[in-house]
């Protein structure tokens, strides 16, 4: 990957910022926080997965689609270097 170019897990970082409306609370949000407690739903994980999909790509298989693949930006990170193998 270009140096110029941002990271996976910086990428999913923006998109959760984005979804999550944590704009003030982006720059402490840590690989493993727990997303579904900063107020993650089932509306907006289905949300984040299809930006997620489109940003990167790819169509993450389906047994990466449940609650524990969107813990964290850790986790997503993982499903999204997995499928892009």
């Known amino acids: ?5 941002p990271s996976v897990a910086d990428t999913v970082r923006s998109l ?5 409306n944590l704009n ?5 949000l840590r690989p493993d ?15 984040l997965m299809l930006s997620i999909e489109d940003t990167f790509e790819i169509e ?3 047994e990466a689609l ?3 693949t969107f813990r964290s930006i850790n986790t997503i990170s993982a499903a999204v270097e997995s499928s892009r193998k």
């Open 60 to 62: 993450l298989p389906e």
């Open 16 to 20: 959760v910022t984005q979804r999550l």
């Open 1 to 5: 990957m270009p140096a110029d170019q």
């Open 66 to 68: 449940k609650e524990s």
């Open 33 to 47: 926080d727990n997303l579904w407690s900063l107020g993650m739903t089932s509306l907006t994980c289905l949300g």
């Open 24 to 28: 003030g609370y982006s720059q402490d």
